[in-house]
């Protein structure tokens, strides 16, 4: 909804959203600061090299959600919840959010009317259509729609998918997800495929990944090149090396780095995400690679109990960081090289100080813009033994 005024963008609904805390800041400032606030983060380790930006910073969030409801009038409602709440505000296109995702978003809208589907209501527990998820290739054009409904059935379910792909013929799959508890989870465990193969591919890197409905990918793809790019460099990799991909995802770090290694073990905890990592190897034709649902931790103490050498770790930990058992048994293990990959950098300065403590310092780190407008800092660092 953002529309530019000169050079400022106004958006009418920034102030309930919060998504974007930096709308009105030109993006030159925006990388600015963010550089210098990384800079000072990691004085006490490391000079940090200059932030990696975006040349079109726009619409680059390839993975859109958008909550159902209904206004007072019993209107169809689409959009973000208002911060810290459950209240839905009306969105309809959004500055960083991909453009065909927030089309198809209003189009499934327009067509609840017709099929008297109504959008649930948290409140009273009426009403089917929960969420929307819609994620898209950004390098193949696929694109996935979920539709999460709060009961299996959807009414003329044939002819609702015969609708919506005809306003987007561009979709290649739909979904049917079913969340019936009262969660703040936006999907729930049931899947049913209604069109398509029920995810999409994208490439990164010269490799074909493979995203279900709840994998975890990144959500700007052309910055994720970049940063994967940076972990290869730092990994330095000659051929021989035993690596690992700790929070490997779907695989993506792990199966890049394949190439240039002499083994590979990626470990995961989310059971799909696993499942996709396995079909993505086969899918790359890629035979030095192994992964496992495990906690990342675990795995890594069972390696290092068990005299296992590793040669270069890679750690990609959601926002909360690693684990102590984790530094603790990477310690153990004294891998080379760890190139440690954080969307936050508060827990990695925590971590960091852990393994800087036992052996390791922190040779190289790089700010790499994934998330324009908003205040978010993600970055690579490589650490090596001392
Ligand atoms: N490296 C991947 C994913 C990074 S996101 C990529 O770049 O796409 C972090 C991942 O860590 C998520 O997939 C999440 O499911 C996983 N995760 C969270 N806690 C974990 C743990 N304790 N052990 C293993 N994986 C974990």
Same mark, same amino acid.
């Given at each position: 909804?953002?529309? &530019?005024?000169?050079?400022?963008?106004?958006?009418? =609904?920034?102030?309930?959203?919060?998504?974007?805390?930096?709308?009105?800041?030109?993006?030159?400032?925006?990388? #600015?600061? &963010?550089?210098?606030?990384?800079?000072?983060?990691?004085?006490?380790?490391? &000079?940090? $090299?200059?932030?990696?930006?975006?040349? $079109?910073?726009?619409?680059?969030?390839?993975?859109?959600?958008?909550?159902?409801?209904?206004?007072?009038?019993?209107? !169809?409602?689409?959009?973000?919840?208002?911060?810290?709440?459950?209240?839905?505000?009306?969105?309809?296109?959004?500055?960083?959010?991909?453009?065909?995702?927030?089309?198809?978003? *209003?189009?499934?809208?327009?067509?609840?009317?017709?099929?008297?589907?109504? +959008?649930?209501?948290?409140?009273?527990?009426?009403?089917?259509?929960?969420?929307?998820?819609?994620?898209?290739?950004?390098?193949?054009?696929?694109?996935?729609?979920?539709?999460?409904?709060?009961?299996?059935?959807? %009414?003329?379910?044939?002819?609702?998918?015969?609708?919506?792909?005809?306003?987007?013929?561009?979709?290649?799959?739909?979904?049917?997800? *079913?969340?019936?508890?009262?969660?703040?989870?936006?999907?729930?465990?049931?899947?049913?495929?209604?069109?398509?193969?029920?995810?999409?591919?994208?490439?990164?890197?010269?490799?074909?990944?493979?995203?279900?409905?709840?994998?975890?990918?990144?959500?700007? %793809?052309?910055?994720?090149?970049?940063?994967?790019?940076? !972990?290869? $460099?730092?990994?330095?990799?000659?051929?021989?090396?035993?690596?690992?991909?700790?929070?490997?995802?779907?695989?993506?770090?792990?199966?890049?780095?394949? $190439?240039?290694?002499?083994?590979?073990?990626?470990?995961?905890?989310?059971?799909?995400?696993?499942?996709?990592?396995?079909?993505?190897?086969? #899918?790359?034709?890629?035979?030095?690679?192994?992964?496992?649902?495990?906690? !990342?931790?675990?795995?890594?103490?069972?390696?290092?109990?068990?005299?296992?050498?590793?040669?270069?770790?890679?750690?990609? +930990?959601?926002?909360?960081?690693?684990?102590?058992?984790?530094?603790?048994?990477?310690?153990?293990?004294?891998?080379?090289?760890?190139?440690?990959?954080?969307?936050?950098?508060?827990?990695?300065?925590?971590?960091?100080?852990?393994?800087?403590?036992?052996?390791?310092?922190?040779?190289?780190?790089?700010?790499?813009?994934?998330?324009?407008?908003?205040?978010?800092?993600?970055? =690579?660092?490589?650490?090596?033994?001392?």
């Amino acid at each position: 909804m953002a529309e &530019k005024q000169g050079n400022k963008k106004v958006c009418p =609904v920034s102030s309930k959203c919060g998504g974007c805390q930096w709308i009105n800041r030109p993006y030159g400032e925006q990388l #600015q600061s &963010k550089a210098v606030r990384f800079r000072k983060m990691m004085e006490p380790f490391c &000079k940090t $090299e200059g932030i990696i930006g975006m040349e $079109e910073p726009e619409h680059y969030r390839c993975k859109v959600h958008a909550a159902f409801g209904e206004d007072r009038k019993h209107n !169809a409602i689409s959009g973000i919840y208002e911060e810290r709440s459950h209240r839905i505000v009306s969105v309809d296109s959004c500055l960083i959010e991909n453009e065909k995702a927030d089309a198809i978003v *209003v189009s499934v809208r327009g067509l609840l009317k017709s099929f008297k589907i109504r +959008p649930y209501n948290e409140d009273t527990g009426y009403g089917l259509l929960r969420h929307v998820l819609v994620r898209v290739g950004h390098a193949t054009g696929q694109i996935l729609v979920v539709l999460v409904l709060s009961s299996p059935i959807l %009414p003329s379910k044939n002819n609702f998918v015969k609708a919506l792909l005809k306003l987007h013929p561009e979709i290649t799959s739909i979904v049917i997800n *079913v969340n019936d508890r009262n969660t703040s989870m936006v999907l729930g465990e049931r899947e049913q495929v209604v069109y398509g193969k029920g995810y999409i591919e994208d490439r990164l890197c010269g490799k074909v990944f493979r995203i279900s409905p709840k994998s975890f990918y990144q959500v700007n %793809p052309v910055q994720t090149e970049k940063l994967y790019g940076k !972990a290869m $460099e730092y990994a330095a990799l000659t051929g021989k090396e035993t690596v690992l991909d700790a929070y490997c995802g779907t695989g993506t770090i792990g199966l890049i780095a394949s $190439e240039y290694a002499g083994r590979v073990i990626g470990v995961e905890l989310n059971g799909d995400a696993v499942r996709d990592a396995r079909m993505n190897a086969k #899918q790359n034709q890629v035979k030095n690679i192994e992964f496992y649902q495990n906690d !990342a931790g675990r795995l890594l103490l069972q390696m290092a109990e068990q005299g296992e050498k590793l040669d270069v770790l890679f750690m990609d +930990p959601p926002r909360s960081g690693s684990s102590q058992e984790f530094l603790d048994a990477a310690v153990r293990i004294r891998p080379g090289r760890i190139v440690y990959i954080s969307c936050n950098p508060e827990t990695l300065v925590r971590d960091l100080k852990i393994l800087t403590g036992q052996g390791y310092r922190v040779e190289r780190s790089v700010a790499v813009d994934m998330f324009p407008f908003t205040e978010g800092i993600e970055s =690579v660092s490589l650490l090596t033994k001392k």
